[in-house]
């Protein structure tokens, strides 16, 4: 196993955990705050990380194609050590989630400008984007029902 290739998976399995935790923390903020320009903030942040779930899930992807019998990545025993299953099916429903919350955060976001509230979606819609992502990339029983 290449160390360069494994470290490479490693800190992509990482950024492949790190953003529906970040999308989490960040429904936290949104319901915690009532300011309008952090809420503005809130929206603008939620489309960069729907956009970073579909690169990292790409870039995964790509590196399970390149698994093979000359050039191992290590990609799915990484994965079970974290948790998570970076197999073909997880990775198309990780990039359908992120492409269909980026899609329906940018509509909203024009959509419910002005509507009162618009301040309660946004963190039910994060939050129940959060449990579906958990639900495609956890390769654990427990998690599973959690989420």
């Given at each position: 196993?290449?160390?360069?290739?494994?470290v490479?998976?490693?800190?992509?399995?990482?950024?492949?955990?790190?953003?529906p935790?970040?999308?989490?923390?960040?429904?936290?903020?949104?319901?915690?705050?009532?300011?309008?320009?952090?809420?503005?903030?809130?929206?603008?942040?939620?489309?960069?990380?729907?956009?970073?779930?579909?690169?990292?899930?790409?870039?995964?992807?790509?590196?399970?194609?390149?698994?093979?019998?000359?050039?191992?990545?290590?990609?799915?025993?990484?994965?079970?050590?974290?948790?998570?299953?970076?197999?073909?099916?997880?990775?198309?429903?990780?990039?359908?989630?992120?492409?269909?919350?980026?899609?329906?955060?940018?509509?909203?976001?024009?959509?419910?400008?002005?509507?009162?509230?618009?301040?309660?979606?946004?963190?039910?819609?994060?939050?129940?984007?959060?449990?579906?992502?958990?639900?495609?990339?956890?390769?654990?029983?427990l998690?599973?029902?959690?989420?």
């Amino acid at each position: 196993m290449n160390p360069i290739a494994t470290v490479v998976a490693e800190l992509a399995l990482l950024g492949w955990l790190l953003v529906p935790l970040s999308l989490l923390l960040l429904a936290a903020y949104a319901s915690w705050t009532s300011n309008p320009r952090k809420l503005a903030h809130c929206w603008t942040t939620a489309k960069s990380l729907f956009v970073a779930l579909m690169a990292i899930t790409g870039f995964i992807g790509l590196m399970l194609l390149a698994d093979g019998p000359g050039f191992t990545t290590g990609l799915p025993e990484i994965g079970a050590q974290f948790g998570l299953s970076p197999s073909g099916l997880s990775l198309w429903m990780s990039m359908l989630v992120g492409f269909i919350g980026w899609v329906i955060i940018r509509y909203a976001d024009d959509y419910l400008r002005g509507d009162s509230g618009r301040e309660r979606f946004f963190p039910w819609f994060l939050i129940t984007l959060v449990s579906v992502l958990v639900l495609v990339l956890t390769n654990h029983l427990l998690i599973l029902v959690g989420a």
